[in-house]
């Protein structure tokens, strides 16, 4: 072997070195943790400074990487032929390209490319220096692509959109609570921040039926009482109808004022705050905030009471269930074996169907399960009435003369089965 054929080899070492550099480089700057790297940075490390700074230009990075690559590559296909034919004549070339793509595909592009994934923050550290020379000595032929890459999209009207949707964030808040980054309850309440906009308020109110709330003309032992029952700490005044409300009382400003000092109802009444139901509750919390209220009273188009949402009621979405010492713990659904399930009438309906795997398209406006029965018995039914639906039978445990308490959903084993497939 002469000199010249030694000086190709090494010369082709080199480049399938360079080959390696920029597949890891693309690798690692596509699958890192920009997090990291600036929490890195932040710390006062230069590199991950540097190689955050390449990654937040990420079009013209990935310009030079690739335009690297396959100059060192053209460059190893064009010396590798002539290094071949020159030891084996004209069977050099079909050799030549059988070597070159097994070198690069194993030594230039998937040996490099699996261990910069495992590590891609510290090996985009490592390289960013050398990257940042490349786009820099690139700078020339990067400004070319770029109108190129322009004109190409000008000319085929491809529209271009970088915004991340809820869906996608929602996404990947599941799949880093997967990686162990995040626990359950973390990704729970992160989830909860990101729907919270979406809700409105009539998602949450306490509806009229369950409104605790005072008669302007009740007596103070009745409005004593009430608080007793309650364990509230504020509760609605009317004037003769829940369509009528006029003030929110506190529990100590009638105990102090009415009770102790015989100061009347109406001198110790807050006023209340109204809202229509389809505010949503991001702005109906900056509007109680504005107006230091505890509760909001949601009203219809006709000016009707639909019931109250309190800030408790607007954290919880946020943070979950708040208990206090009056809170009693009861279960929406208990199951009662062989298929079956007691079922509060307040329960959402798709919850219950979902646990027979049936679907949300079933033809109803219905949202939960009491305003199901009511739509489907046409009224509001007496204890004991039952109906059918699909292969579940549903009785009616519980029930008041305007509203639905409780039900008994049944389902045979072997319909659950039926339903699951």
Not at 159 to 172: G, I, N, S
Not at 286 to 299: F, G, N, P, R, W
Not at 316 to 340: F, K, N, S
Request: proline fraction near 2%; aromatic fraction near 8%.
């Amino acid at each position: 072997m002469d000199l010249d054929s030694l000086g190709i080899i090494l010369t082709l070492g080199v480049l399938l070195c360079f080959s390696a550099f920029f597949s890891a480089s693309e690798t690692a700057f596509s699958s890192l943790n920009r997090i990291k790297l600036k929490n890195l940075a932040n710390q006062g490390n230069k590199r991950a400074a540097l190689a955050l700074k390449l990654a937040e230009n990420y079009d013209k990075l990935l310009s030079s990487v690739l335009i690297g690559n396959n100059i060192v590559n053209i460059a190893s296909s064009a010396l590798g032929t002539v290094l071949f034919v020159g030891l084996l004549g004209r069977a050099g070339v079909p050799i030549s390209t059988l070597v070159l793509t097994i070198l690069v595909l194993l030594f230039g592009e998937i040996s490099p490319k699996t261990m910069a994934k495992e590590a891609p923050e510290s090996f985009a550290m490592f390289c960013a220096p050398l990257l940042q020379f490349f786009v820099f000595l690139f700078r020339p032929l990067n400004r070319f692509f770029s109108l190129w890459k322009a004109l190409i999209i000008k000319l085929f009207h491809i529209k271009t959109d970088r915004t991340v949707t809820e869906a996608e964030l929602l996404t990947f808040v599941e799949e880093v609570r997967q990686e162990g980054g995040i626990n359950a309850q973390e990704e729970d309440m992160i989830r909860r921040t990101i729907e919270f906009d979406d809700l409105t308020a009539a998602e949450i109110v306490t509806p009229r039926v369950d409104l605790a709330a005072v008669d302007i003309q009740d007596t103070p032992e009745r409005i004593e009482a009430k608080f007793y029952e309650t364990g509230f700490s504020r509760l609605p005044v009317y004037r003769g109808s829940i369509d009528s409300i006029t003030g929110v009382i506190l529990q100590k400003d009638f105990h102090y004022g009415v009770l102790k000092q015989g100061k009347s109802l109406e001198s110790i009444m807050k006023p209340a705050v109204f809202v229509v139901k389809s505010i949503k509750i991001s702005r109906l919390l900056k509007t109680l905030q504005e107006k230091k209220s505890q509760m909001a009273i949601l009203v219809d188009e006709f000016g009707g009471t639909v019931g109250i949402v309190t800030i408790e009621d607007i954290l919880e979405e946020l943070v979950g269930e708040i208990w206090d010492e009056h809170d009693q713990v009861v279960e929406a659904i208990t199951a009662l074996g062989g298929g079956a399930y007691r079922v509060l009438g307040n329960t959402a309906l798709q919850d219950v169907l979902d646990l027979y795997a049936i679907g949300e398209d079933q033809g109803t406006n219905a949202t939960t399960v009491g305003s199901w029965v009511i739509e489907t018995l046409g009224g509001v039914p007496k204890e004991g009435e039952s109906f059918s639906f699909r292969n579940l039978s549903v009785q009616v445990t519980k029930a008041l003369r305007h509203r639905v308490l409780e039900v008994v959903v049944r389902g045979s084993d072997i319909d659950l089965i039926l339903y699951s497939k």
